[in-house]
Nanobody
């Protein structure tokens, strides 16, 4: 399993960013995927998940309406589009592979992780 992330960076409050996660080493469209974040001094926090075919998505309550998860199975790539970013969204963001086709929301269940990418929301 290899997950290579791109995107992220520094953005002002209210701004937008898009994260990407390129997958290889497994059959991407057999598995659900998630985005997980870790703020400084805190544990991993599930943000959003998407089923194997993209038909089902789920979001942490605090980011609903601001973030959109999507996937392109033809390109073996997962995305997280983030709008209306807030300072509390500052964290290292990770893409994570579920063990099956359904969305999972707890860190110990994932069996593959991206390298992480820093998102900093600050003026």
């Amino acid at each position: 399993v290899r997950l290579v992330q791109s995107g992220g960076g520094l953005v002002q409050p209210g701004g937008s960013l898009r994260l990407s996660c390129a997958a290889s080493g497994f059959t991407f469209d057999d598995y659900a995927m998630s985005w997980v974040r870790q703020a400084p001094g805190k544990g991993h926090e599930w943000v959003s998940g998407i089923s194997w075919n993209g038909d089902n998505t789920d979001y942490k309550e605090s980011i609903k309406g601001r973030f959109t998860i999507s996937r392109d199975n033809a390109k073996n790539t997962l995305y997280l589009q983030m709008h209306s970013l807030k300072s509390e969204d500052t964290a290292v963001y990770y893409c994570a592979k579920a063990p099956g086709f359904e969305i999972v929301r707890t860190a110990y269940e994932y069996d593959g992780w991206g390298q992480g990418t820093q998102v900093t929301v600050s003026s």
